[in-house]
Protein backbone atom coordinates (compact mmCIF):
# COMPACT_ATOMS: atom_id res chain seq x y z
CA UNK A 1 0.00 0.00 0.00
CA UNK A 2 1.45 3.63 -0.85
CA UNK A 3 1.25 6.31 2.33
CA UNK A 4 1.22 9.65 1.20
CA UNK A 5 -0.98 11.37 3.70
CA UNK A 6 -0.54 10.73 7.39
CA UNK A 7 -2.52 12.15 10.29
CA UNK A 8 -1.01 12.64 13.71
CA UNK A 9 -3.55 12.77 16.49
CA UNK A 10 -2.55 14.81 19.85
CA UNK A 11 0.03 17.83 19.30
CA UNK A 12 2.06 17.00 22.81
CA UNK A 13 5.47 16.39 23.47
CA UNK A 14 5.21 12.61 21.10
CA UNK A 15 2.74 14.02 19.07
CA UNK A 16 4.65 16.48 17.48
CA UNK A 17 7.67 14.30 17.51
CA UNK A 18 5.85 12.34 15.36
CA UNK A 19 4.39 14.51 12.90
CA UNK A 20 8.41 16.30 12.15
CA UNK A 21 9.85 13.03 11.69
CA UNK A 22 7.08 11.69 9.33
CA UNK A 23 7.45 15.73 7.27
CA UNK A 24 11.05 15.31 7.30
CA UNK A 25 10.64 11.70 5.75
CA UNK A 26 8.31 13.38 2.91
CA UNK A 27 5.03 12.48 3.97
CA UNK A 28 2.41 14.94 3.96
CA UNK A 29 1.38 15.36 7.66
CA UNK A 30 -2.39 16.94 9.14
CA UNK A 31 -1.33 17.68 12.82
CA UNK A 32 -4.34 17.27 14.86
CA UNK A 33 -5.33 18.38 18.13
CA UNK A 34 -8.51 19.36 19.75
CA UNK A 35 -6.86 22.45 21.37
CA UNK A 36 -5.77 25.57 18.96
CA UNK A 37 -3.04 26.34 21.97
CA UNK A 38 -1.58 22.64 22.02
CA UNK A 39 -1.61 22.91 18.30
CA UNK A 40 0.50 26.00 18.16
CA UNK A 41 2.61 24.85 20.59
CA UNK A 42 3.39 21.59 18.87
CA UNK A 43 4.31 23.76 15.73
CA UNK A 44 6.78 25.99 17.21
CA UNK A 45 8.04 23.19 19.09
CA UNK A 46 8.90 21.35 15.14
CA UNK A 47 9.74 24.50 14.29
CA UNK A 48 12.63 25.05 16.80
CA UNK A 49 13.90 22.15 16.25
CA UNK A 50 14.62 22.43 12.38
CA UNK A 51 15.99 25.51 13.36
CA UNK A 52 18.23 23.69 15.68
CA UNK A 53 18.93 21.28 13.08
CA UNK A 54 19.73 24.23 10.31
CA UNK A 55 22.11 25.52 12.78
CA UNK A 56 24.45 22.22 13.25
CA UNK A 57 24.17 21.72 9.84
CA UNK A 58 22.20 18.58 9.35
CA UNK A 59 19.45 20.55 7.40
CA UNK A 60 19.37 23.01 4.66
CA UNK A 61 16.91 26.39 5.05
CA UNK A 62 15.32 24.86 1.77
CA UNK A 63 14.99 21.31 3.44
CA UNK A 64 13.10 23.45 6.82
CA UNK A 65 10.96 25.39 4.67
CA UNK A 66 9.75 22.02 2.44
CA UNK A 67 9.36 19.77 5.96
CA UNK A 68 7.13 23.05 7.28
CA UNK A 69 5.13 23.35 3.78
CA UNK A 70 4.31 19.30 4.40
CA UNK A 71 2.65 20.11 7.92
CA UNK A 72 -0.80 21.19 8.15
CA UNK A 73 -2.45 22.03 11.46
CA UNK A 74 -5.43 20.69 12.10
CA UNK A 75 -8.12 20.96 14.65
CA UNK A 76 -10.88 18.91 12.45
CA UNK A 77 -10.99 15.44 13.28
CA UNK A 78 -12.93 14.80 9.65
CA UNK A 79 -9.12 15.90 7.68
CA UNK A 80 -8.55 12.27 8.70
CA UNK A 81 -10.88 11.56 5.48
CA UNK A 82 -7.74 12.51 3.12
CA UNK A 83 -5.50 10.30 5.19
CA UNK A 84 -4.09 6.64 4.29
CA UNK A 85 -2.55 6.46 8.31
CA UNK A 86 -3.61 7.84 11.16
CA UNK A 87 -1.43 7.77 14.05
CA UNK A 88 -3.28 8.95 17.76
CA UNK A 89 -1.01 10.02 20.63
CA UNK A 90 -3.61 11.23 22.57
CA UNK A 91 -3.67 10.91 26.32
CA UNK A 92 -2.65 7.27 28.10
CA UNK A 93 -6.62 6.05 28.05
CA UNK A 94 -8.51 3.55 27.00
CA UNK A 95 -11.92 5.57 27.02
CA UNK A 96 -10.21 8.75 25.17
CA UNK A 97 -8.00 6.66 22.69
CA UNK A 98 -11.48 4.08 21.86
CA UNK A 99 -13.41 7.19 21.47
CA UNK A 100 -11.32 8.63 18.92
CA UNK A 101 -10.65 5.15 17.15
CA UNK A 102 -14.39 4.76 16.81
CA UNK A 103 -14.90 8.03 14.93
CA UNK A 104 -11.49 7.77 13.06
CA UNK A 105 -13.13 4.25 11.91
CA UNK A 106 -16.30 6.29 10.29
CA UNK A 107 -14.29 9.52 8.86
CA UNK A 108 -10.99 7.59 6.93
CA UNK A 109 -10.99 5.70 3.79
CA UNK A 110 -11.82 1.75 3.66
CA UNK A 111 -7.90 1.24 2.81
CA UNK A 112 -6.06 3.84 6.04
CA UNK A 113 -4.31 1.96 8.48
CA UNK A 114 -5.07 3.44 12.33
CA UNK A 115 -2.16 3.72 14.42
CA UNK A 116 -1.53 4.17 18.17
CA UNK A 117 1.56 5.30 19.98
CA UNK A 118 -0.01 3.71 23.36
CA UNK A 119 2.57 3.10 26.00
CA UNK A 120 1.13 0.05 27.26
CA UNK A 121 -2.86 -0.27 26.40
CA UNK A 122 -3.81 -3.16 24.44
CA UNK A 123 -3.85 -2.54 20.94
CA UNK A 124 -6.60 -5.67 20.97
CA UNK A 125 -8.97 -3.96 22.87
CA UNK A 126 -8.76 -0.32 21.08
CA UNK A 127 -8.78 -2.57 17.78
CA UNK A 128 -12.32 -4.28 19.07
CA UNK A 129 -14.01 -0.35 18.73
CA UNK A 130 -13.49 -0.24 15.13
CA UNK A 131 -14.96 -2.39 12.66
CA UNK A 132 -11.53 -3.27 10.65
CA UNK A 133 -9.34 -5.01 13.48
CA UNK A 134 -7.02 -6.43 10.56
CA UNK A 135 -5.89 -2.80 10.28
CA UNK A 136 -5.30 -1.44 13.55
CA UNK A 137 -1.50 -1.73 15.01
CA UNK A 138 0.89 -0.18 17.62
CA UNK A 139 3.77 2.07 16.45
CA UNK A 140 5.30 3.06 19.70
CA UNK A 141 7.63 6.05 19.49
CA UNK A 142 10.05 6.95 22.23
CA UNK A 143 10.73 10.02 23.75
CA UNK A 144 12.44 12.43 22.41
CA UNK A 145 11.20 11.08 18.82
CA UNK A 146 13.40 12.75 16.26
CA UNK A 147 16.28 11.15 18.21
CA UNK A 148 15.43 8.05 19.51
CA UNK A 149 16.25 4.89 16.75
CA UNK A 150 13.93 2.00 18.35
CA UNK A 151 9.78 1.80 17.08
CA UNK A 152 8.10 -0.89 18.83
CA UNK A 153 5.13 -2.05 16.59
CA UNK A 154 3.06 -4.24 18.54
CA UNK A 155 0.64 -6.71 17.11
CA UNK A 156 -2.90 -6.64 18.23
CA UNK A 157 -4.84 -10.34 18.08
CA UNK A 158 -6.62 -9.59 14.24
CA UNK A 159 -3.58 -7.49 13.21
CA UNK A 160 -2.85 -8.44 9.15
CA UNK A 161 0.22 -9.45 8.29
CA UNK A 162 -0.63 -6.60 5.54
CA UNK A 163 -0.76 -3.84 8.24
CA UNK A 164 2.77 -5.18 10.20
CA UNK A 165 5.16 -5.39 6.88
CA UNK A 166 3.33 -1.79 5.46
CA UNK A 167 4.23 -0.32 9.35
CA UNK A 168 7.66 -2.39 9.25
CA UNK A 169 8.82 -0.79 5.88
CA UNK A 170 7.41 2.75 7.22
CA UNK A 171 9.74 2.51 10.05
CA UNK A 172 12.77 1.89 7.96
CA UNK A 173 11.41 4.88 5.86
CA UNK A 174 11.70 7.09 8.84
CA UNK A 175 15.60 6.11 9.24
CA UNK A 176 14.34 4.57 12.43
CA UNK A 177 14.43 0.79 14.07
CA UNK A 178 11.49 -1.72 14.42
CA UNK A 179 11.42 -4.05 16.88
CA UNK A 180 8.24 -6.72 16.56
CA UNK A 181 6.46 -6.95 19.58
CA UNK A 182 3.12 -9.29 20.73
CA UNK A 183 0.53 -7.45 22.20
CA UNK A 184 0.69 -7.49 26.28
CA UNK A 185 0.91 -5.01 28.98
CA UNK A 186 3.67 -2.15 28.61
CA UNK A 187 4.77 -4.47 25.82
CA UNK A 188 8.73 -4.92 26.06
CA UNK A 189 9.43 -1.04 26.77
CA UNK A 190 7.40 -0.02 29.64
CA UNK A 191 7.49 -3.78 30.84
CA UNK A 192 10.86 -2.95 31.90
CA UNK A 193 11.63 0.37 31.98
CA UNK A 194 8.42 1.46 34.32
CA UNK A 195 8.99 -1.07 37.49
CA UNK A 196 12.45 0.49 37.53
CA UNK A 197 11.35 4.15 37.67
CA UNK A 198 8.61 3.21 39.80
CA UNK A 199 11.21 1.74 42.14
CA UNK A 200 13.07 4.60 41.68
CA UNK A 201 10.17 6.77 42.95
CA UNK A 202 9.73 4.00 46.87
CA UNK A 203 13.71 4.72 47.06
CA UNK A 204 12.71 8.18 46.82
CA UNK A 205 9.49 7.78 49.17
CA UNK A 206 10.96 5.41 51.83
CA UNK A 207 13.69 7.96 52.06
CA UNK A 208 16.91 6.07 51.10
CA UNK A 209 17.91 9.21 49.16
CA UNK A 210 17.60 12.77 47.86
CA UNK A 211 16.45 12.47 44.04
CA UNK A 212 19.92 13.97 42.63
CA UNK A 213 21.49 11.26 44.25
CA UNK A 214 18.75 8.18 42.88
CA UNK A 215 19.38 9.95 39.20
CA UNK A 216 23.18 10.11 40.70
CA UNK A 217 23.98 5.96 40.95
CA UNK A 218 22.00 5.49 37.66
CA UNK A 219 23.82 7.90 36.01
CA UNK A 220 27.53 7.32 37.10
CA UNK A 221 27.03 3.53 38.33
CA UNK A 222 24.97 2.30 35.40
CA UNK A 223 25.84 4.21 32.71
CA UNK A 224 21.94 5.37 31.83
CA UNK A 225 21.96 8.88 30.29
CA UNK A 226 19.46 10.42 32.54
CA UNK A 227 18.77 8.89 36.24
CA UNK A 228 15.22 7.33 36.64
CA UNK A 229 13.36 10.37 38.40
CA UNK A 230 14.57 12.82 35.43
CA UNK A 231 13.03 10.44 32.91
CA UNK A 232 10.32 10.34 34.94
CA UNK A 233 9.84 13.79 34.79
CA UNK A 234 10.80 14.29 31.16
CA UNK A 235 8.28 11.42 29.65
CA UNK A 236 5.74 12.96 32.55
CA UNK A 237 4.30 11.44 35.61
CA UNK A 238 0.68 11.29 34.62
CA UNK A 239 1.85 9.06 31.90
CA UNK A 240 4.25 6.72 34.34
CA UNK A 241 1.05 6.75 36.31
CA UNK A 242 -1.14 5.39 33.82
CA UNK A 243 1.39 3.03 32.15
CA UNK A 244 1.76 1.31 36.46
CA UNK A 245 -1.88 0.74 36.54
CA UNK A 246 -1.75 -0.52 33.39
CA UNK A 247 0.33 -3.06 34.51
CA UNK A 248 -0.63 -3.48 37.75
CA UNK A 249 -4.24 -3.61 36.53
CA UNK A 250 -3.27 -6.39 33.28
CA UNK A 251 -1.00 -8.69 35.42
CA UNK A 252 -2.85 -8.61 38.32
CA UNK A 253 0.53 -8.94 40.38
CA UNK A 254 1.07 -6.68 43.42
CA UNK A 255 4.94 -6.19 42.03
CA UNK A 256 3.52 -3.56 39.35
CA UNK A 257 1.87 -1.28 42.42
CA UNK A 258 2.15 2.60 41.75
CA UNK A 259 4.35 4.40 44.38
CA UNK A 260 1.64 6.79 46.65
CA UNK A 261 4.06 9.73 45.82
CA UNK A 262 3.49 9.39 42.55
CA UNK A 263 -0.03 9.21 42.74
CA UNK A 264 0.54 12.25 45.05
CA UNK A 265 2.20 14.35 42.58
CA UNK A 266 -0.34 13.42 39.85
CA UNK A 267 -3.04 14.79 41.68
CA UNK A 268 -1.13 17.71 42.51
CA UNK A 269 -0.94 18.21 39.06
CA UNK A 270 2.70 17.95 39.44
CA UNK A 271 3.22 15.91 35.94
CA UNK A 272 6.90 17.06 35.39
CA UNK A 273 8.80 18.80 33.07
CA UNK A 274 5.63 19.74 31.16
CA UNK A 275 4.49 21.04 34.32
CA UNK A 276 7.13 22.79 35.35
CA UNK A 277 7.38 20.70 38.84
CA UNK A 278 7.62 16.87 39.39
CA UNK A 279 11.18 15.72 41.16
CA UNK A 280 12.66 18.43 39.93
CA UNK A 281 11.51 21.97 39.04
CA UNK A 282 11.94 23.41 35.37
CA UNK A 283 11.50 27.24 34.75
C1 LIG B 1 7.33 6.12 28.10
C2 LIG B 1 7.37 5.38 26.84
O1 LIG B 1 6.32 4.87 26.42
C3 LIG B 1 8.57 5.11 26.06
C4 LIG B 1 9.68 6.12 26.15
O2 LIG B 1 9.80 6.96 25.32
S1 LIG B 1 10.63 5.98 27.49
C5 LIG B 1 11.84 7.24 27.25
C6 LIG B 1 12.90 6.80 26.30
N1 LIG B 1 13.90 7.86 26.22
C7 LIG B 1 14.98 7.86 26.99
O3 LIG B 1 15.23 6.93 27.77
C8 LIG B 1 15.82 9.07 26.85
C9 LIG B 1 16.99 9.05 27.79
N2 LIG B 1 17.81 10.26 27.57
C10 LIG B 1 18.65 10.38 26.52
O4 LIG B 1 18.82 9.48 25.71
C11 LIG B 1 19.40 11.68 26.43
O5 LIG B 1 19.42 12.30 27.69
C12 LIG B 1 18.75 12.68 25.38
C13 LIG B 1 18.88 12.09 23.97
C14 LIG B 1 17.29 12.99 25.68
C15 LIG B 1 19.50 14.00 25.46
O6 LIG B 1 20.84 13.73 25.21
P1 LIG B 1 22.02 14.52 25.94
O7 LIG B 1 23.29 14.10 25.29
O8 LIG B 1 21.86 14.30 27.41
O9 LIG B 1 21.69 16.04 25.75
P2 LIG B 1 21.93 17.00 24.52
O10 LIG B 1 23.38 17.01 24.09
O11 LIG B 1 21.31 18.28 24.93
O12 LIG B 1 21.06 16.36 23.36
C16 LIG B 1 21.54 15.44 22.42
C17 LIG B 1 20.74 15.66 21.16
O13 LIG B 1 19.36 15.35 21.40
C18 LIG B 1 18.54 16.46 21.03
N3 LIG B 1 17.42 16.55 21.97
C19 LIG B 1 17.50 16.59 23.31
N4 LIG B 1 16.27 16.69 23.82
C20 LIG B 1 15.40 16.71 22.79
C21 LIG B 1 13.99 16.80 22.68
N5 LIG B 1 13.21 16.85 23.75
N6 LIG B 1 13.45 16.80 21.44
C22 LIG B 1 14.21 16.71 20.35
N7 LIG B 1 15.55 16.63 20.38
C23 LIG B 1 16.13 16.63 21.59
C24 LIG B 1 19.40 17.67 21.15
O14 LIG B 1 18.94 18.69 20.30
C25 LIG B 1 20.76 17.13 20.75
O15 LIG B 1 20.91 17.12 19.35
P3 LIG B 1 22.03 18.05 18.64
O16 LIG B 1 22.89 18.64 19.70
O17 LIG B 1 22.76 17.09 17.78
O18 LIG B 1 21.20 19.03 17.91
N1 LIG C 1 5.73 10.86 27.14
C1 LIG C 1 6.42 9.84 26.67
O1 LIG C 1 7.62 9.69 26.94
C2 LIG C 1 5.76 8.83 25.80
C3 LIG C 1 4.38 8.80 25.64
N2 LIG C 1 3.82 7.88 24.81
C4 LIG C 1 2.36 7.84 24.65
O2 LIG C 1 2.00 8.87 23.73
C5 LIG C 1 0.70 9.37 24.06
C6 LIG C 1 0.79 10.87 24.25
O3 LIG C 1 1.71 11.16 25.28
P1 LIG C 1 2.41 12.59 25.40
O4 LIG C 1 2.65 13.18 24.07
O5 LIG C 1 3.52 12.43 26.36
O6 LIG C 1 1.22 13.42 26.11
P2 LIG C 1 0.96 14.99 26.16
O7 LIG C 1 0.16 15.22 27.39
O8 LIG C 1 2.23 15.73 25.94
O9 LIG C 1 0.05 15.24 24.85
C7 LIG C 1 -1.19 14.69 24.60
C8 LIG C 1 -1.91 15.64 23.65
O10 LIG C 1 -3.10 15.04 23.17
C9 LIG C 1 -4.15 15.99 23.29
N3 LIG C 1 -5.44 15.30 23.37
C10 LIG C 1 -5.98 14.67 24.44
N4 LIG C 1 -7.17 14.14 24.08
C11 LIG C 1 -7.35 14.44 22.77
C12 LIG C 1 -8.38 14.17 21.82
N5 LIG C 1 -9.46 13.48 22.17
N6 LIG C 1 -8.22 14.60 20.55
C13 LIG C 1 -7.13 15.30 20.17
N7 LIG C 1 -6.13 15.61 21.03
C14 LIG C 1 -6.25 15.18 22.31
C15 LIG C 1 -3.82 16.74 24.55
O11 LIG C 1 -4.55 17.92 24.61
P3 LIG C 1 -5.05 18.49 26.06
O12 LIG C 1 -3.84 18.98 26.72
O13 LIG C 1 -6.04 19.52 25.65
O14 LIG C 1 -5.69 17.33 26.81
C16 LIG C 1 -2.33 16.95 24.33
O15 LIG C 1 -2.07 18.04 23.47
C17 LIG C 1 0.23 8.59 25.28
O16 LIG C 1 -0.51 7.48 24.88
C18 LIG C 1 1.56 8.15 25.90
O17 LIG C 1 1.42 7.00 26.70
C19 LIG C 1 4.55 6.99 24.08
C20 LIG C 1 5.93 7.01 24.15
C21 LIG C 1 6.63 7.88 25.07
Redesign the pocket.
Known amino acids: MTIKNVMV???????SGIAQVFAQSGFHVYL????DK?LAK?INTIEKLLTRAVDKGRLTEEGKAETLNRLTPSTN?EDAKLCDLVIE????NMD??T??FKQLDTITPKHAILA??????PITEIASATNRPEQVIGM????PVPVMKLVEIIRGLQTSDETYQTIEDMTHQLQKTPVEVNDFPGFVSNRILMPMINEAIYTLYEGVASPKDIDTVMKLGMNHPMGPLQLAD???L??CL??MEVLHEGFADSKYRPCPLLRKYVKAGWLGK?SGRGFYQYD
Request: glycine share 12%; aromatic share 8%.
Open positions: IGAGQMGNDRDAGLAVVEVKSVSNTSSLHFMNFIGDTYIK
